[in-house]
């Protein structure tokens, strides 16, 4: 199924680049297109998002009460998602479903021919940051360099937007740590793929910092202001504590 997979994209690849005339383009189209059929996976992965940190002041409260009942938490806690309808994998489950599409396009992109380019740009998509340097030294290798930084950059430029959401300093600062991490990360893992995986990962990164502006930030508004209404007019619920009943005791005579 796998193998497949792979081979159908491999054709879809193929024809595009035949329709355009070029490699480069025809890897851009095809993350395009991917994007954009994952699109409502990812919406619907916000949404969930949205409505677990709408929830998570109710579910912090619960836990903070609870913490001495093991039980009883478990109990309260099965209440509170079957009442909210939560689910705490709800947000992770899309992005867990297009994980095989991704790995699928890297194995793609790795195999495009080697006389391959993109426009003027790229002369060669399957040379590798190191190869090309290695082959033309650092002056002729820049703009592979160049696609690499941003393969970085735009790792870590999705991470500093959502940090600046934050309210609490701490994360905050984790968040943008981590995000530094992991566009340290990108970087040196990007300069041993050929740059037909860059030119994908960068189209990839460039869509989600632009559906991240213009969608995500949206539902994510949304959903949290429809969740906060809802609990709004919700009725107040009177949590009722029966007193045990004592035996009386028994008359002697």
């Keep these: 199924m796998w193998d497949w997979f792979v081979s159908f994209l491999t054709q879809v690849l193929a024809f595009l680049a035949n329709t355009c005339g070029d490699w480069g383009i025809a890897v851009i189209i095809l993350t395009v297109i991917i994007r954009l ?12 998002n949205a409505r677990m940190q709408a929830l998570q002041p109710l579910l912090q ?46 194995t793609v992109a790795r195999n495009v021919p080697e006389d391959a380019s993109f426009l003027n740009i790229i002369p ?4 590798s940051v190191t190869g090309a340097i290695a082959q033309s030294g650092i002056k002729g290798a820049l703009v592979y360099i160049i696609f690499d930084v941003a393969f970085g950059l735009l790792t870590l430029i999705p991470m500093i937007l959502s940090a600046r959401t934050m309210t609490d300093e701490a994360q905050k600062q984790q968040s943008l740590i981590m995000g530094f991490m992991m566009g340290a990360m990108m970087i040196w893992f990007g300069i041993q793929v050929p740059a037909a995986v860059l030119l994908y990962y960068d189209t990839s990164a460039l869509w989600q910092i632009v559906q ?25 619920k009177v949590e009722v504590v029966r007193k045990e009943r004592k035996p009386r005791p028994k008359k002697k005579g």
């Design 212 to 236: 991240q502006q213009l969608v995500t930030n949206r539902v994510m508004e949304k959903v949290k202001a429809e969740e906060a209404e809802r609990l709004k007019n919700q009725p107040v």
């Design 37 to 48: 059929i994952i699109m409502p996976l990812m919406t619907r992965s916000t949404a969930s």
């Design 61 to 106: 409260e619960i836990q903070d009460k609870y913490a001495d009942d093991p039980v009883r938490l478990n109990e309260e806690m099965r209440k509170f998602q079957a009442e909210h309808n939560f689910n705490p994998l709800g947000g992770c489950l899309p992005m867990f479903l297009q994980m095989p599409v991704f790995f699928a396009l890297f």
């Design 124 to 127: 060669q998509l399957s040379q």
